[in-house]
């Protein structure tokens, strides 16, 4: 059986393994696309996005407190009224009267004049998300070679998924979340990434674990308060075990109890500095807890920080992680044995991620030539822009990806957007793309040829009936668009 080319191997490393070609097309790895992708990984390669004002989630939190109250005094201050003219005849106007009024007769001119209403401030919120934006879209995604790490992070958002839709505090922290709690860690140990995120404050308010008070702690000696089981349930459906993880509704109960306690300080208090997550004590359902079997003593914030380390490391935990890899970058239908490989290297290694990477990689089923996936959206978008080395402003790529029915950072639930060809293949999602595409081939510049272009991005993936298509456009633009919309620019 003849071996592909190294030009198929670097096709599919952009298109499946990365964010697409830029504008060196597979040229840039062709001389050794596995090794390329490799050296990401060894080298933890996953860009920091930067801007003055993607600051610390503390940072954030405080400024968006002091833009809270800012907007409440603003509301509770009268609204002032211009006063109605007042005339010596109220049925004569001024001019009408021979403006020849007298010192002392009331003026037509109003005693008081209504204040122009303030300036709106910027929404605070949403001018942080943008800056975030910008950071990626313009920023990150053009960085790599490849861009193995920036998949990874946008896999591993959408695993431990928050919505921005869900309040102001998650808005302007999705960013920082990100860059906090899941980048750092996208190349290390899921013990390490799984703590981040159940203790960063974006994920605590997303999921509700601010109001989670343990039924018999201090804070509850009226009885009024209780559990909230949002996170526990989500971190073992969702983050670690999977819906078929073999846990019941009495884990969910105890390990919500495990985590009272977690919270986010949102003033200055002796908690810690406002904006920080804290563990309160007096929240904290006292007790030993039994998890899945095992028991935890009562050691404060240990209990739940040791009960989430058996979860990372639980059998359960490694093979839902590895059938969600396989299913993102290999197919809809995760081979078994590649999932029980990758599971097996999961535990073999304490759940070392860059481990997992390598053994996916080294699979032949990972390097099969046929393109079973469509991009998603957001994959769709990242690859346009770096083919076409467009950078449109941040709320162009906003509006865009919510057309195409994926608002960035914005699922509807905390089991993030849906990876599978049927969710992305519909005729009104492929009819939207092709507004994007327009729009994109519309704005590269003139010198572009459409046929260079999708010959050097697309490699050996090129069909001839792509070719030629794009060989009989009318226009330059119109190529580009063919080219955009192209079964071969479309999957990975």
């Known amino acids: 059986m003849t071996q592909p080319s190294n030009d198929v191997y670097a096709a599919i490393a952009l298109s499946r393994f990365g964010l697409g070609a830029d504008s060196n097309g597979i040229a840039a790895i062709g001389s050794d696309p596995r090794g390329a992708l490799r050296e990401e990984i060894t080298e933890r390669?996953?860009?920091?996005?930067?801007?003055?004002?993607?600051?610390?989630?503390?940072?954030?939190?405080?400024?968006?407190?002091?833009?809270?109250?800012?907007?409440?005094?603003?509301?509770?201050?009268?609204?002032?009224?211009?006063?109605?003219?007042?005339?010596?005849?109220?049925?004569?106007?001024?001019?009408?009267?021979g403006g020849d009024m007298k010192a002392g007769q009331p003026s037509a001119v109003p005693k008081t004049m209504a204040s122009p209403p303030p300036a709106a401030a910027p929404y605070l919120p949403q001018q942080v998300f943008l800056a975030e934006v910008d950071a990626r879209f313009n920023g990150t995604i053009h960085q790599p070679l490849i861009g193995f790490g920036e998949r990874l992070a946008m896999f591993w958002a959408n695993h431990f998924a928050v919505s921005t839709s869900s309040?102001?505090?998650?808005?302007?922290?999705?960013?920082?979340?990100?860059?906090?709690?899941?980048?750092?860690?996208?190349?290390?140990?899921?013990?390490?990434?799984?703590?981040?995120?159940?203790?960063?404050?974006?994920m605590l308010t997303f999921l509700d674990n601010r109001q989670s008070i343990g039924p018999d702690s201090k804070a509850n000696a009226k009885g009024k308060r209780?559990?909230?089981?949002?996170?526990?349930?989500?971190?073992?459906?969702?983050?670690?075990?999977?819906?078929?993880?073999?846990?019941?509704?009495?884990?969910?109960?105890?390990?919500?109890?495990?985590?009272t306690g977690w919270t986010v300080v949102r003033d200055q208090s002796p908690l810690g500095a406002s904006g920080t997550f804290a563990f309160n004590a007096n929240a904290h359902e006292p007790g030993d807890q039994t998890l899945l079997g095992l028991t935890y003593a009562d050691n404060g914030f240990g209990q739940g920080r040791e009960a989430l380390h058996d979860l990372s490391h639980h059998p359960?935990?490694?093979?839902?992680?590895?059938?969600?890899?396989?299913?993102?970058?290999?197919?809809?239908?995760?081979?078994?044995?590649?999932?029980?490989?990758?599971?097996?290297?999961?535990t073999k290694t304490d759940g070392d991620l860059s481990a997992v990477y390598l053994a996916l990689l080294g699979s032949d089923e990972a390097w099969d030539t046929k393109l079973v996936k469509i991009r998603s959206p957001l994959?769709?978008?990242?690859?346009?822009?770096?083919?076409?080395?467009?950078?449109?402003?941040?709320n162009?790529?906003?509006?865009?990806?919510?057309?195409?029915?994926?608002?960035?950072?914005?699922?509807s639930g905390p089991n993030g957007f849906p990876d599978t060809v049927d969710a992305w293949a519909s005729g009104q999602g492929l009819s939207t793309r092709m507004d994007v595409a327009n729009m994109i081939a519309n704005a590269v510049p003139s010198q572009v040829d459409p046929r260079r272009f999708v010959s050097d991005s697309l490699g050996p993936l090129l069909s001839e009936e792509t070719l030629q298509a794009v060989s009989r456009a009318e226009t330059r633009s119109q190529g580009l668009a063919i080219a955009y919309l192209s079964p071969e620019f479309q999957r990975r």
């Open 45 to 97: 390669f996953a860009p920091v996005p930067v801007g003055v004002e993607l600051k610390p989630t503390s940072d954030l939190l405080v400024a968006l407190y002091d833009f809270q109250e800012q907007r409440k005094e603003l509301r509770a201050q009268p609204v002032a009224v211009a006063a109605p003219p007042v005339t010596a005849n109220p049925g004569l106007q001024p001019a009408m009267s």
């Open 396 to 411: 162009v790529i906003v509006s865009a990806l919510a057309a195409m029915g994926q608002p960035f950072w914005a699922p």
């Open 379 to 394: 994959e769709f978008v990242i690859a346009l822009l770096r083919a076409s080395g467009e950078k449109p402003k941040p």
């Open 316 to 346: 359960a935990t490694a093979r839902h992680i590895a059938t969600k890899l396989v299913r993102h970058f290999v197919s809809d239908m995760p081979p078994p044995a590649l999932v029980q490989k990758l599971s097996a290297t999961f």
């Open 226 to 259: 209780g559990l909230n089981e949002n996170l526990a349930r989500e971190t073992l459906e969702l983050h670690t075990l999977g819906v078929d993880g073999g846990y019941t509704q009495a884990d969910v109960t105890t390990l919500a109890r495990i985590i």
């Open 167 to 202: 309040g102001e505090e998650v808005h302007i922290l999705a960013g920082a979340f990100e860059r906090e709690a899941i980048r750092p860690h996208v190349f290390g140990r899921f013990s390490d990434m799984l703590l981040a995120v159940e203790t960063h404050p974006a």
